[in-house]
């Protein structure tokens, strides 16, 4: 049976890929590695953490002793890489933070994995999962390509882009087989409320101020979380070793037309005179050093693989919205305690 490693498995991206790989690959055994940081909650997994091919480890890729000894006891045959400090606000708050567990947290992951296998990578695979914001900020048009530069602006891209250097760098340096995927914006259900759509959904629907930062003007494309999962498995199974593919949906948002959407929609859901939500839209302060535009080309991943979007942006909206109005629970959760003093020290009341 294949031992696959997933890290940050009890994270919003994370779960979504694990739940699809435990449930579809019976023949493979999943472990699933997660420090269990304010984002990564295992309510996220609940329905598969009774299946035989599924097992929860609870540490910190930070942890050189811990991280050997897990490999040397595994040896794991592939890796799924996505533990990470992943919200860009925090990043600007508390960059060491990021540098640690990005960068510091995958050289570790890959010391483990390379002394694992030593000269003989057969059949092996460390899959890095990165964003598109190592690419930096587009003007008006262009897209993001496999090839384009890196040009990271925030502490949170830097420290991405650094972990993919360093991914490349053990790939021609000591044979390490590769792949890594830079995605667009993902949504969809168990997202930590710190990020732009349910933030705004668990704002409206509590009637509070929607802080939209600057002009609002800023474009981001968006991706629906069981797509990346479904690219994901593709590129782990069929996708070209020391390669990359980008990943997005073709869906380019400015966000206030975005939030606008949102607006009416939750109106809809919540039985508002339309209208009524978009009077909580409040702009505030900008994000410092704030990329202006993202959009991925996923032409490459579409030619070589065939993997494209299964759902439209209006489908994948729709179960969104739906899955955080019927999951009060899991808001209220994880908006207590730590995410109340977050909020204040971001936004003030
Ligand atoms: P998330 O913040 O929701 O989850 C991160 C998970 O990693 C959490 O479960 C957390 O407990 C765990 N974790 C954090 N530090 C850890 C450590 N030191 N040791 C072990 N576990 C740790 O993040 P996400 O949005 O699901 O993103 C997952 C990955 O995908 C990240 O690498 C991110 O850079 C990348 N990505 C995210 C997006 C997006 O839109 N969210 C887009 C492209 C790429
Ligand atoms: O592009 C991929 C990246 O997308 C991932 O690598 C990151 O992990 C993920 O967090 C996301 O980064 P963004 O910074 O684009 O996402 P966020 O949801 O924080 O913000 C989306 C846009 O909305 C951005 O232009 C900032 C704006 N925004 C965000 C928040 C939280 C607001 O206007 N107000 C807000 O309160």
Known sequence: MKKILIT??????GSHVVRLFVNKYPEYHIYNLDALTYAGNLENIRDIENKPN???????????????????????????????????DRSITNPNEFIETNVV???????????TWKDNFDGKLF??????????SLGKTGLFKETTSYDPQSPYASSKAASDHFVRAYGNTYGLPFVISNCSNNYGANQFPEKLIPLFIHNI????????????????DWLYVVDHAKAIDEIFHKGKRQDTYNIGGFNEWTNIDL????????????????????KLITYVKDRAGHDRRYA??????????????????EEGLAKTLDWYLDNEEWLENVTSGAYQEYYKKMYGE
Request: glycine share 10%; proline share 3%; hydrophobic share 35%.
């Open 8 to 13: 940050g498995g009890a994270g919003f991206i």
């Open 205 to 220: 629907k509590n009637n509070k101020p929607l802080p939209v930062y600057g002009d609002g003007k800023y474009t981001r």
């Open 54 to 88: 599924y097992t929860f480890v609870k540490g910190d890729i930070k942890d050189i002793p811990f991280i050997d000894s897990l490999f040397e006891q595994e040896k794991f045959d592939a890796v799924i890489h996505l533990a990470a400090e992943s919200h860009v």
């Open 105 to 115: 947290g995958t050289a570790n992951l890959l010391n483990a994995f390379r002394d």
């Open 127 to 136: 899959y890095h999962v990165s964003t598109d914001e190592v690419y930096g």
């Open 296 to 313: 991925i080309d996923a032409n490459k991943l579409n030619k070589e693989l065939g993997w494209k979007p299964s759902v439209t942006f």
């Open 259 to 278: 939030i606008l959407l949102l607006c009416d929609l939750m109106d809809g859901r919540l039985k508002r005179t339309k209208g009524d939500s978009a």
